[in-house]
């Protein structure tokens, strides 16, 4: 079965948030220099360090594609890695716990807000218009769809791990991620469409 014209429209902005995503957002993020100085400072373990290095700027732009918050992303990043370094040994898998605390403090700030995601205030002038379309479409996906989308397609976790962040079941992932992946390209095709 071929993909039609706005279908494959629709999902080539998709592949733009990655590299927007790559050109302006972390590592020199302020959060993240002040959780990396944080990490020297307080001494933290080589393989937090490395997991730091290894998954913060990713994980940072995961959070601000599933919530369009830059302070929800900040905020979420440097307390699970703030809750990491008090944790230290405890932690059997610190990049897997570190993604799963992260997104779930987000999760309970976006529902303690009670607000729709919305664009960020400062978007740069070079962001092509397309993937302003894809923000938009994302905001209009459920919580659980959009953190589901961003985490499988933009940071190609397994559904098991999602399963995790989203205290859900990996077939629940299934759904999220078939309904969120429907709708978007819906949306994306409206615009294209228009």
């Known amino acids: 079965m071929g993909v039609g014209i706005g279908a494959a429209a629709a999902l080539g902005r998709t592949v733009l ?11 020199n993020q302020p959060v993240l220099v002040k959780v990396r100085e ?21 994980l ?18 440097s307390e699970a890695f703030a809750q990491a370094l008090r944790r230290g040994e405890e932690i059997r898998d610190p990049a897997a716990w570190i993604w799963q605390v992260a997104f779930r403090l987000a999760r309970g700030e976006i529902q303690w807000q009670r607000s729709l995601i ?11 218009e397309s993937l302003i379309d894809v923000f938009r479409a994302l ?37 999220h991620l ?6 978007l390209r819906q ?5 294209s469409d228009a």
């Open 17 to 27: 948030i990655g590299d927007w995503a790559l050109r302006n957002g972390p590592p």
């Open 38 to 58: 944080h990490l020297v400072e307080t001494g933290a373990d080589r393989q937090l360090e490395s997991v730091f290095q290894e998954e913060a700027p990713r």
């Open 60 to 77: 940072w732009r995961s959070l601000l594609l599933a919530t369009g918050s830059r302070e929800v992303a900040d905020d979420a990043v």
């Open 118 to 128: 919305e664009l960020p205030d400062d978007i740069p002038d070079e962001m092509p």
């Open 139 to 175: 905001a209009r996906l459920t919580p659980h769809q959009r953190t589901a989308v961003v985490l499988a397609d933009y940071a190609g976790h397994p559904h098991r791990d999602i399963a995790r962040v989203l205290g859900s079941s990996v077939s629940a992932v299934g759904v």
């Open 178 to 183: 078939h309904r969120g992946r429907r709708r």
């Open 187 to 191: 949306l994306l095709e409206d615009v």
